[in-house]
């Protein structure tokens, strides 16, 4: 089983946001990050990497960081 870490990048740098997050579902202009236990939150932004060997993280990019 593979959970990831969600950073956010913004103009301030990146930031952790949520561990053990086992479910990303895209609705609008974010996605909604799901944990393990079923903890819900919502971010705004895009999706700037995701990697599923090296620490198992996704980087988002904040609306206002966006290229």
């Given at each position: 089983?593979?959970?990831?870490?969600?950073?956010?990048?913004?103009?301030?740098?990146?930031?952790?946001?949520?561990?053990?997050v086992a479910r990303i579902e895209a609705e609008g202009?974010?996605?909604?990050?799901?944990?393990?236990?079923?903890?819900?939150?919502?971010?705004?932004?895009?999706?700037?990497?995701?990697?599923?060997?090296?620490?198992?993280?996704?980087?988002?990019?904040?609306?206002?960081?966006?290229?």
């Open positions: 089983m593979c959970l990831s870490t969600i950073y956010v990048r913004s103009t301030r740098g990146q930031n952790e946001i949520m561990k053990d202009h974010g996605f909604w990050l799901v944990t393990l236990f079923g903890e819900k939150k919502f971010i705004e932004g895009t999706i700037r990497t995701i990697d599923l060997v090296d620490g198992h993280s996704v980087v988002i990019d904040s609306p206002g960081r966006q290229h």
